[in-house]
């Protein structure tokens, strides 16, 4: 069971897994983000209160947390479905109708890149290129490449993801 704990000046609620992160880089130098990684890797995102902790804890403005966290897109503020679709809007995928498929994914689930589905099933990002124009148009779910994309196989695709 997890145990609540209360520590410094901002006397902020933290969980005994944050503690323990905390514990683990105590004392050494260069840690903000390997701290904010394993936070993030424990919770799924960055919460408000959690950044708020790690400035206190780390002794950071919590401007500076929110400039780094906003600089690296590995870290998010906001929750993370479960699954990852990644639609490629590169030029290779762009000419063979990469836009139709985003636009096709952001009617059937209601959203729009960067954000997530209320049930958590799904977040929605585009990227450059992924590395695989052959096979143009091209998304990816979690680590699923899937190419030859049509409208008529989305359906399908994105079913398979629960
Ligand atoms: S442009 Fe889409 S995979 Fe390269």
Redesign the pocket.
């Known amino acids: 069971m997890e145990q609540e704990q209360r520590r410094g000046s901002g006397g902020g609620k933290i969980s005994g897994q944050l503690q323990a992160i905390f514990d683990k880089y105590r004392g050494q130098q260069g840690t903000l983000i390997p701290i904010l990684q394993e936070a993030q890797n424990r919770y799924g995102y960055l919460p408000r209160e959690v950044i708020g902790e790690i400035a206190r804890t780390t002794d950071n403005p919590v401007s500076r947390i929110y400039g780094i966290v906003t600089f690296y897109s590995q870290f998010h503020l906001k929750p993370r479905g479960r699954n990852i679709i990644k639609v ?7 000419v063979r109708g ?1 836009k139709k498929i985003l636009n096709f994914i952001e009617d059937k689930l209601g959203i729009k890149p960067g954000d997530t589905t209320a049930d958590l099933r799904y977040t929605l990002e585009t ?7 052959g ?4 998304l990816m779910v979690n680590d699923d490449t899937h190419g030859r994309l049509t409208t008529e196989l989305l359906p399908w695709i994105l079913d398979r993801y629960k």
């Open positions: 490629c809007q590169g030029t290779a995928c762009h990469g990227v450059a290129c992924i590395g695989a124009c096979l143009a148009p091209v």
